[in-house]
């Protein structure tokens, strides 16, 4: 039961691929402990330093995810575990150097620009087939109609 009441103390960082601090990120722990449940949750949000904490908690281990919208999260980076009872590889945290997180800004997205002339047709209906970027005749087969 010792190893199951452990103090968890724990400071993270988080920052984008420039090593700027993200401000808002969200920072979900998960930690075993000797609830009914067995595992507590918690979450909170970066400060605009980046920074984010975890105190006075009791358990055996830790699990920590970062992401935020706008971000994708790094492989490796962005998801770790803690151990605060094996003697050997006992996580020791220290609130002078947190563990840093890294999240990687998305690319603003693209605009779609799509141009379409219509040309009226005496006999029947046309269509526009996106797969080969040109006007068809609706009833020459081969039109897919999509909902």
């Not at 151990?83 to 150097?97: G, H, L, T």
């Amino acid at each position: 039961m010792f190893d199951w009441k452990q103090p968890i103390n724990f400071w993270g960082q988080v920052l984008d691929e420039q090593d700027q601090p993200v401000q808002g990120a969200d920072a979900e722990f998960s930690w075993t402990d000797l609830s009914k449940a067995g595992t507590s949750r918690m979450g909170v949000k970066s400060n605009e330093k980046g920074l984010f904490e975890l105190v006075n908690k009791r358990g055996k281990n830790l699990s920590v995810v970062v992401k935020k919208e706008g971000f994708h999260q790094v492989p490796g980076e962005f998801f770790r575990a803690f151990e605060f009872a094996d003697p050997i590889e006992r996580f020791v945290p220290d609130s002078n150097k947190p563990v840093v997180f890294r999240l990687k800004r998305m690319a603003p997205a693209e605009p779609l620009k799509l141009m379409v002339r219509f040309a009226e047709l005496k006999n029947g209906t046309i269509a526009l087939d996106l797969s080969q970027g040109r006007i068809v005749r609706a009833d020459s087969g081969g039109v897919k109609s999509f909902v």
